[in-house]
């Protein structure tokens, strides 16, 4: 069995105690690569750090995270778009709007994650999105931009049937899903057999974030993302097996860095 984490903040200073543990951890149960997107200024050292120690193993993204976009975030945008030029990403993340935690800086969201997406289409790397409370702001950027020239996925995808439809009308985005998927009081699993494909799935565990059952309470890890594939084994009546194989097909499509 092969799985790829498709989104994980394994450089955040919860895992500086036992990281390189949990790398061969995860290496032992088969995950054979962890994308790494990136939240803001204050995190580029420790990205790079852990991806030049792990070269074959651990891709980084570039990116301003929503919530991570305040007053001056012209000069978080200027010194994180410089990064661009200096080594290979495998994508351009995570970006989005967030208006659970603040809508202060909806303005100032709107407008970053505009030019993001314009810095994938110029330098031909596929998208990780972060939407929270924010799928009507996210589609209209993404329209404005032109859904044509993008490509990637709704990370942590928990959204509506009416969402995963809107979503799949873009033609070229993925659903990134975690550990909600196997909350107890969750819709996804509904909706994602009404609406969504195995075709059109990865999978990612947010680590340090949601974990999954029966992990709840616990600092997520990539290894937790066995669960996550069982979960979807279930939902759409498939093997671990094959979920593992069609799931790494779709996670190459888009991240192509891994091929
Ligand atoms: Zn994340």
Same mark, same amino acid.
């Given at each position: 069995?092969?799985?790829?984490?498709?989104?994980?903040?394994?450089?955040?200073?919860?895992?500086?105690?036992?990281?390189?543990?949990?790398?061969?951890?995860?290496?032992?149960?088969?995950?054979?690569?962890?994308?790494?997107?990136?939240?803001?200024?204050?995190?580029?050292?420790?990205?790079?750090?852990?991806?030049?120690?792990?070269?074959?193993?651990?891709?980084?993204?570039?990116?301003?995270?929503?919530?991570?976009?305040?007053?001056?975030?012209?000069?978080?945008?200027?010194?994180?778009?410089?990064?661009?030029?200096?080594? /290979?990403?495998?994508?351009?993340?995570?970006?989005?709007?967030?208006?659970?935690?603040? /809508?202060?800086?909806?303005?100032?969201?709107?407008?970053?994650?505009?030019?993001?997406?314009?810095?994938?289409?110029?330098?031909?790397?596929?998208?990780? &999105?972060?939407?929270?409370?924010?799928?009507?702001?996210?589609?209209?950027?993404?329209?404005?931009?032109?859904?044509?020239?993008?490509?990637?996925?709704?990370?942590?995808?928990?959204?509506?049937?009416?969402?995963?439809?809107? &979503?799949?009308?873009?033609?070229?985005?993925?659903?990134?899903?975690?550990? &909600?998927?196997?909350?107890?009081?969750?819709?996804?699993?509904?909706?994602?057999?009404?609406?969504?494909?195995?075709?059109?799935?990865?999978?990612?565990?947010?680590?340090?974030?949601?974990?999954?059952?029966?992990?709840?309470?616990?600092?997520?890890?990539?290894?937790?993302?066995?669960?996550?594939?069982?979960?979807?084994?279930?939902?759409?009546?498939?093997?671990?097996?094959?979920?593992?194989?069609?799931?790494?097909?779709?996670?190459?499509?888009?991240?192509?860095?891994?091929?």
């Amino acid at each position: 069995m092969r799985l790829i984490d498709t989104h994980c903040h394994l450089y955040a200073e919860e895992f500086d105690l036992d990281r390189d543990e949990l790398i061969s951890n995860s290496r032992n149960l088969g995950i054979i690569a962890l994308l790494l997107p990136n939240i803001d200024r204050a995190s580029v050292n420790s990205l790079h750090e852990l991806c030049d120690k792990y070269p074959d193993y651990c891709f980084p993204m570039m990116g301003l995270h929503p919530t991570s976009v305040g007053s001056d975030y012209i000069a978080e945008l200027r010194y994180l778009e410089s990064q661009l030029s200096k080594r /290979k990403y495998s994508g351009i993340g995570e970006i989005g709007i967030d208006l659970y935690w603040d /809508k202060t800086f909806l303005k100032e969201q709107l407008s970053v994650f505009e030019e993001q997406l314009k810095w994938s289409i110029d330098h031909s790397l596929p998208v990780s &999105i972060h939407t929270r409370n924010a799928f009507p702001e996210v589609f209209d950027v993404i329209h404005k931009v032109g859904p044509e020239k993008l490509k990637g996925v709704f990370h942590s995808f928990s959204g509506t049937a009416e969402d995963a439809k809107e &979503i799949l009308a873009l033609r070229n985005f993925k659903f990134g899903i975690n550990g &909600i998927v196997t909350y107890k009081n969750s819709d996804l699993p509904e909706v994602l057999k009404q609406t969504v494909t195995i075709h059109d799935l990865v999978i990612e565990t947010d680590a340090p974030y949601l974990p999954p059952v029966p992990f709840r309470g616990k600092r997520n890890q990539p290894v937790y993302l066995r669960e996550i594939a069982c979960k979807i084994g279930e939902i759409y009546n498939l093997s671990l097996e094959d979920v593992a194989r069609e799931i790494e097909i779709n996670s190459r499509k888009i991240y192509s860095a891994i091929n």
